[in-house]
């Protein structure tokens, strides 16, 4: 689910199969101020896991229960970013400069192999599969446990369900990328997914002759933007919420798939 104001704050999953490098990517992110959410340290701390599942060796997780810790703790940093943009009187050009610095973009990202289940915008890290064992092999994972996620890596599980998710997903191939060249590409697709998501709700306010000033924080906004098939639009209290119907019959949804490859993504494709 996502809710729409103006201009946007977005929530991205980095998400991808265990070994990826979900962690150490988004620690190097952190280090250069972007706002992160680690769900698995998050899911321990505010003791969202039902069970132990021991044959799989993994906790249970009350996805409910998460989605609304989740939410909440989500509405606290979108809070501290608009309070910190209301105070600063930017036209749109200074604003969109403003956000180039990681500590000022209204982004939060959040970084699990099931963070795309609460983001409608998803970066997939994606590691070769024998690249991947190496890696579980090293953790000293159990040979059924590096198995299953090298089998699951095979066959694109992870990015399926973001094609279910997710209205805009980017895959990075990092099988060759050093940590610090993947966290590059991250950031790559943070900012230019930023800019185009700000770029394409100011066109659609400028059309319909709604406020555009970036300072009316206190009313938000009606947009109605296309929603991707398979996801309905619901309206509460003039902010448009997307909802997804997370079963089978959504697999006709049709979001926006990339693949990055370092240097050659012309980013107006972005544009739907
Ligand atoms: N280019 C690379 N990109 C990502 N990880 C790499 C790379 N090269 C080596 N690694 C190593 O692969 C491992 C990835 O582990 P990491 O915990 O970040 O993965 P993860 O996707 O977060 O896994 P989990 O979902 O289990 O937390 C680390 O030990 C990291 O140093």
């Known amino acids: 689910m996502c809710i729409y104001s103006f201009p946007p704050f977005l929530t991205i999953a980095l998400t991808g199969t265990p070994g990826t490098g979900k962690t150490q990517v988004s620690r190097l992110l952190e280090k250069d101020g972007y706002s992160v959410l680690h769900l698995t340290e998050f899911i321990s701390e505010h003791n969202i896991s039902v069970e132990r599942d021991q044959e799989r060796d993994c906790n249970v997780v009350d996805m409910d229960g998460l989605e609304k810790a989740v939410s909440k703790f989500q509405d606290k940093i979108r809070a501290g970013f608009e309070k910190k943009i209301k105070e600063m009187n930017f036209s749109d050009e200074d604003f969109l400069r403003y956000t180039k610095d990681p500590k000022n973009l209204p982004v939060l990202v959040v970084e699990s192999h099931m963070a795309h289940c609460l983001c409608d915008l998803a970066i997939v890290l994606r590691s070769h599969p024998a690249v991947l064992k190496e890696r579980l092999d090293a953790r000293g994972y159990s040979e059924k446990k590096v198995h299953e996620n090298v089998l699951s890596e095979s066959i ?10 997710c209205r805009r997903v980017y895959e990075i191939d990092n099988s060759f990328l050093k940590l610090s060249e993947t966290a590059s590409c991250v950031k790559e697709i943070i900012h230019a997914l930023y800019e185009d998501e700000f770029l394409k ?4 306010i400028s059309k319909t002759g709604e406020d555009n000033s970036i300072n009316s924080h206190e009313k938000q906004i009606n947009l109605i933007l296309e929603p991707a098939s398979g996801l309905t639009i619901v309206e509460e ?22 693949k990055y490859v370092p240097g050659k993504n012309d980013w107006s494709n972005l544009i739907d």
Do not use: A, W
């Open 156 to 165: 694109d599980v992870i990015l399926c369900d973001c094609y279910d998710y």
């Open 201 to 204: 709700f100011k066109s659609y």
């Open 237 to 258: 209290e003039g902010v448009v919420i997307y909802e997804s119907e997370y079963d089978d019959s959504v697999d006709e949804t049709n979001p926006i798939l990339m």
